[in-house]
């Protein structure tokens, strides 16, 4: 079982960076891919980006790459989402997520309960 909190949303002018962080209960969190997803107003939840348990690898949408970073912390049971050069579209619920390393929801077994992030143009 990991439990998982996410932290770091709040309100950013566009252009500026975010750091989100997804701090992980549990002694296997280490045994999981971590990703994370977002989900803005009347739209679907979409992928982000994930990393592999090891750090080692890691994957991102086209819509965010360059811009964001994905990291984690074994020793913390935290990972983090680092974001910048923020874009109004980039408004969301943002989520972290324990599973494999995959792109689709359906994969992921544990959720977060999300922090919003807003972007102001």
């Known amino acids: 079982q990991v439990q998982l909190v996410e932290s770091g949303g709040g309100l950013v002018q566009a252009g500026g960076s975010l750091r989100l962080s997804c701090a992980a209960s549990g002694r296997t969190f280490s045994m999981f891919a ?40 074994n020793a913390k049971n935290t990972v983090y989402l680092q974001m910048n050069s923020l874009k109004p579209e980039d408004t969301a619920v943002y989520y972290c997520a324990a599973g494999p390393l995959a792109r689709a929801e359906y994969e992921y077994k544990y959720w977060g309960q999300g922090t919003q992030v807003t972007v102001s143009s």
């Open 34 to 73: 971590m990703g994370w997803f977002r989900q803005a107003p009347g739209k679907e939840r979409e992928f982000v980006g994930g990393i592999s348990w090891g750090g080692g690898r890691s994957v991102y949408a086209d819509s965010v790459k360059g811009r964001f970073t994905i990291s984690r912390d």
